[in-house]
């Protein structure tokens, strides 16, 4: 995973995701920079590859969603090299990263079970990007590709939910706008295969504690 330049393609591509998708009136966010695999990172990783196999069950064809979660090190705000994901079990954002998600790690009062838990709305991520033991005012959320062509719509919380029903390969939550109980969407996959990181935005973050 590398540093985007902020005049690439890419870059422009995931920071107007980025800022169009951040929703809240309460706060605001400024992007600093982008990392993003590259197709040679990811054609190396078997992750990736189960990613991909995931993918042969869909349409093929991925949604782009942000996961916040915590990080304990300053992954992202060092020099333009690789990023290096440190190994502190706090660090939930270097433990992705390395070792992928992982179910069971969960958690477990989300609204539709223990699955996993992305959103397009980069200031719902941003709930979640907790930074926990470090001085800074950067923040980080992850960018994924979920295989999420099937969405089962749920209108309230089905907190022992474990999969989706046949015929769908995701879950998402009905918005209050459309009679459903959240105001920001949310897409929960149960499969770890299903959702691959891709990326990270790191941002500074303003109107909401740290
Ligand atoms: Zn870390």
Known sequence: MRKLDPNSRDYNFYAKKFNESWLHPDKTSEVRHIYLASRIDLKNSV???RFAQALTKSDGSFVTRFHGSQ?????GEGGDGDIDPCGQSACHICGILKNGFDR???RMTGMFGPGIYSTECSSKADIYAKNSHIRTNRHVVLICRVVGDRPQMLVSAETNRRSPDRRYNCVEAVLDTDGGEVVYP???VY???QIL???MVVYKRTGWSP
Do not use: I, K, N
């Open 47 to 49: 992750r990736a590859q």
């Open 71 to 75: 990080r304990a090190c300053y992954l």
């Open 104 to 106: 069971r790690l969960a």
């Open 186 to 188: 949310e897409t929960v």
């Open 191 to 193: 499969d770890e295969d």
């Open 197 to 199: 990181p891709v990326g």
